[in-house]
């Protein structure tokens, strides 16, 4: 089992960046795939970004492909979601996910984090 703490979220300009941290505990974080998610006010949850175990492989959403990037640390149980160009739509609670699966885990993930508060305005 695996608990997720997200942090860096905050209030932040069209146009600015910001990064999110999730930290794993337990010694397994780099058996995990992991992911980040979002959810806006009156929206479903939405997959943003996953990346493999060893980090070599990544995926985005379409609405944030060459905007934003994720990355892991496997020696500090971290993963990162590095958003550029931030616009007001990007406005949502941005989760942390871990899964064993890579190919399933942007729809089933095994776990969760508590989740950050990301407001852009215009």
């Known amino acids: 089992q695996v608990q997720l703490v997200e942090s860096g979220g905050g209030l932040v300009q069209t146009g600015d960046s910001l990064r999110l941290s999730c930290a794993a505990s337990?010694?397994?974080?780099?058996?995990?795939?992991m992911a980040w998610f979002r959810q806006a006010p009156g929206k479903e949850r939405e997959f943003v970004a996953k990346?493999?175990?060893?980090?070599?492989?990544?995926q985005y959403a379409d609405s944030v492909k060459d905007r934003f990037t994720i990355s892991r640390d496997n020696a500090k149980n971290t993963v990162y979601l590095q958003m550029n160009s931030l616009k007001p739509e990007d406005t949502a609670v941005y989760y942390c996910?871990?899964?064993?699966?890579?190919?399933?885990?942007?729809?089933?993930?095994?776990?969760w984090g508590q989740g950050t508060q990301v407001t852009v305005s215009s």
């Open positions: 337990g010694r397994t974080f780099s058996t995990y795939a």
């Open positions: 990346i493999s175990r060893s980090g070599l492989l990544t």
């Open positions: 996910a871990a899964g064993t699966d890579i190919t399933t885990l942007h729809r089933n993930p095994d776990y």
